[in-house]
């Protein structure tokens, strides 16, 4: 499984982006999706983790209300809207794929990983 990630950029605080995680192989559809991110001099964290059927959706408190995770697996992507963004949010975003099991919110619990996306919000 290859995981591409996408969409990050600079925002000013209060505004939205939307990344996406691409995924290829045949495992996508049958295997649980998270985000974590990683600030400067802080360990990876977890975000938010949507179960192989879309039907459960598991978030950190601090992102609950702003972010959202969703899937389309007719595109083999994985989404998460973030919404009024806060400099806190700062970090390179990863995507990962678990592909036994939900919910999973230590990154030792996901099997492959994407390389990284940039998301920097200016105050």
């Known amino acids: 499984v290859q995981l591409q990630a996408s969409g990050g950029g600079l925002v000013q605080a209060g505004g939205s982006l939307r990344l996406s995680c691409a995924a290829s192989?045949?495992?996508?559809?049958?295997?649980?999706m998270g985000w974590f991110r990683q600030a400067p001099g802080k360990e990876r964290e977890f975000v938010a983790a949507?179960?192989?059927?879309?039907?459960?959706?598991n978030y950190v408190d601090s992102v609950k209300g702003r972010f959202t995770i969703s899937r389309d697996d007719a595109k083999n992507t994985v989404y998460l809207q973030m919404n009024s963004l806060k400099p806190e949010d700062t970090a390179v975003y990863y995507c990962?794929?678990?592909?036994?099991?939900?919910?999973?919110?230590?990154?030792?619990?996901?099997?492959?990983w994407g390389q990284g996306t940039l998301v920097t919000v200016s105050s």
């Open positions: 192989g045949r495992t996508f559809s049958s295997s649980a």
């Open positions: 949507i179960s192989w059927s879309g039907g459960s959706t």
């Open positions: 990962a794929v678990r592909r036994y099991g939900f919910p999973a919110t230590k990154s030792y619990e996901y099997d492959y």
